[in-house]
């Protein structure tokens, strides 16, 4: 297909395809034999599909995901069929949910063994990517068969069940680097993209109470991470760090901790809403709380 300079002119050409012309189509740009749209040498060949994809028209834009969709379907029956690094590369950037209950089957099949380990890393980092809500069972599976290259992906999947999950999976860690630079490069997103940012304050302390838990060189990281992270504006600051030792005091300002706030809160507001019969009395009732 001969370029096309100007995106309206991209847009043109692949809004005029036809299904099948929109397979071929993709399958010629992933493997380099695209002229249609602009190389960029330094990124994937995914990439420009995507970012002309925000220009296109919504019925444009469902049928290049039935044709996404497709081929990953093909390659899922038949994984060594191809190297299909670029294509799971659109499928997370365009987001083609279609695609996961082929890529979950291929995940859990005896076939996803063979695969390389980058390979299975870009299957599970895809998984991840379009929200596979996949029981904690399966990747602590996915953990216990790679620890040593795939402990962070676990990490990001358990999270997807619950932030719980994930913590829990920290005590399991090895105490080996290669683990450990992994989870050091998924707590960032757990803490900003998973945790609420209501929670965050009340996870930060629970991953600090569990550190005695953790091996040395993740317990480390950790500690690292959290003294570098700026608290939330929009939750109470919690103390420092303590470097994996337990303290009874200290506490996180809260109405559990502290249930006498509840009761003056309660108090006050009733004042200020409708004003006490007995102004004296009340106040002696809260300095008894």
Request: charged share 25%; no cysteine; hydrophobic share 45%.
């Amino acid at each position: 297909m001969p370029r096309a300079d100007s995106v309206q002119e991209q847009v043109e050409a692949i809004s005029q395809m036809s299904p099948r012309q929109l397979t071929s189509w993709i399958n010629d740009r992933l493997e380099g034999r695209d002229t249609l749209l602009e190389e960029d040498e330094e990124n994937s060949p995914a990439y420009p599909i995507i970012a002309i994809s925000r220009h296109l028209s919504a019925v444009v834009l469902e049928a290049i995901h039935r044709a996404t969709a497709n081929l990953v379907r093909s390659w899922a029956r038949e994984p060594n069929s191809r190297d299909a690094e670029e294509l799971l590369v659109l499928i997370q950037g365009l987001r083609v949910t279609a695609a996961r209950d082929d890529l979950e089957d291929l995940a859990r099949s005896e076939q996803f063994r063979e695969l390389t380990q980058d390979m299975q890393y870009r299957v599970l980092q895809t998984l991840v990517a379009l929200d596979a809500n996949l029981e904690p069972n399966f990747w602590r599976r996915v953990f216990n068969e790679a620890p040593a290259t795939l402990s962070g992906i676990a990490f990001d999947g358990l999270a997807l069940v619950s932030p719980n999950h994930a913590i829990d999976f920290l005590s399991t860690v090895p105490n080996e680097p290669s683990s450990v630079q992994q989870i050091a490069i998924a707590l960032p997103g757990f803490m900003d993209n998973i945790v609420p940012v209501r929670d965050r304050a009340a996870v930060r302390n629970l991953i600090e109470k569990r550190l005695l838990e953790m091996q040395p060189l993740l317990a480390e990281a950790v500690t690292d991470f959290f003294a570098a992270e700026e608290t939330p504006l929009a939750v109470l600051p919690l103390v420092p760090i303590s470097h994996a030792v337990r303290t009874e005091r200290n506490w996180p300002i809260s109405l559990e901790n502290f249930p006498a706030l509840s009761s003056i809160g309660a108090h006050l507001e009733q004042m200020l809403r409708f004003g006490p019969d007995n102004p004296a009395k009340m106040f002696a009732s809260l300095a008894h709380q």
